[in-house]
């Protein structure tokens, strides 16, 4: 998680591949670390899935 968040605050976005590729995870455990940070408000998603969907910071209001 912590390599994620690094990421997207260095780069503004990440992808689920990206996340894969960074955190030698599964697609599907990509998937679901994504979905939780999501969940708790540390990312939003962006795009339309099931392509070009990437993830980036909440607007600063919104971060828990």
Do not use: D
């Not at 260095?10 to 940070?37: D, F, P, W």
Request: charged content about 25%; proline content about 6%.
């Amino acid at each position: 998680e912590a390599m994620v968040m690094q990421y997207v605050e260095t780069y503004s976005k990440i992808t689920r591949g990206e996340v894969m590729n960074l955190c030698m995870l599964t697609g599907r455990q990509a998937s679901q670390l994504l979905h939780r940070l999501v969940e708790e408000g540390k990312l939003v998603s962006r795009g339309s899935p099931p392509r070009w969907v990437y993830y980036e910071l909440p607007p600063k209001s919104k971060r828990s």
